[in-house]
């Protein structure tokens, strides 16, 4: 591990790096976003953009060169037609960013079980990031059977009673189908007062996708702040990463700023980046 000081160069250099990734691409500097040597991908979790349109999150991710999209129902509906998921898709394509997965997708019925999985497969997806009704997992599983999808439930912490820790899902997932799996959000897990890296270590072989942020206290009244200034110890994070070779997205969502938050993805995404170029 590089020293303290080394460190905050680093991160520094990528905080501006994913802010001004638009003058490097231009001038023809390679970037440190681009040399950072990722043994995981960095994505953007599409809630982050739920004030935007299409076109404006395409612009937005272009800017902090960002390439994989957790893609939310407000930009492609769950009740879309082929042609109509098509046409979302392509912008994205067009654009030089992969949709990896869809979600949250909440699921209260069975009808709503069956429309998130043909969402998917019409969307040409791999894996859905879900939050099903506890009473419903036994037909997610027959469903996961027959599309051959992974699920990654998505824990949300104290305000919701429904999967509120990484514990709590493998709590039920755990004699489930393999491809049930976990999408740990970090921020969530901390306001639950738990450890986010003791957590990814624990379930490590059950963890399909990762929401990165950051919090300004660990507990329940906890709000989103820039990673970097708040109680995650996001070096210890990538370090457990690196530990149990996760091989999945990191996707950020941050819900701070939500109507002008790109100074704040900047930073964030930066932040990451810098923590991952020091080994």
């Known amino acids: 591990m ?167 899902i493998w709590d039920h997932i755990k004699d489930l189908d393999p491809r049930i799996g976990i999408c740990i959000d970090i921020g969530h897990t901390t306001r639950d007062g738990e450890d986010p890296s003791a957590d990814i270590e624990k379930y490590s072989k059950r963890i399909y996708d990762i929401h990165i942020k950051d919090v300004n206290k660990a507990t329940k009244e906890g709000k989103t702040i820039e990673i970097g200034r708040g109680v995650i110890d996001i070096p210890k994070v990538v370090a457990t990463l690196r530990k149990v070779k996760y091989s999945g997205s990191c996707s950020l969502e941050f819900e701070k700023d939500m109507k002008d938050p790109l100074a704040g993805i900047a930073e964030s995404i930066g932040y990451f980046k810098g923590v991952m170029a020091c080994k």
């Open 2 to 168: 590089k020293s303290r000081r080394q460190f905050f160069k680093l991160a520094g250099t990528g905080i501006i790096a994913a802010g001004v990734s638009s003058v490097y691409a231009s001038s023809g500097i390679p970037s440190l976003i681009e040399n950072t040597p990722d043994i995981f991908s960095i994505g953007m979790a599409g809630f982050t953009f739920k004030e935007f349109t299409v076109e404006k999150t395409i612009e937005m991710m272009n800017r902090i060169r960002v390439t994989n999209l957790s893609l939310k129902d407000f930009h492609m509906p769950l009740n879309s037609t082929q042609e109509q998921i098509n046409a979302v898709l392509e912008k994205f394509k067009i654009a030089g960013i992969n949709v990896y997965t869809v979600g949250v997708v909440y699921m209260k019925t069975q009808e709503s079980v069956d429309q998130a999985f043909e969402y998917a497969k019409m969307a040409g997806v791999k894996m859905i990031v879900g939050a099903p009704n506890y009473e419903l997992l036994p037909y997610v599983e027959k469903k996961i059977k027959t599309y051959d999808f992974k699920l990654a439930i998505h824990n949300h912490g104290p305000d919701n009673p429904l999967y509120p820790n990484a514990t709590d």
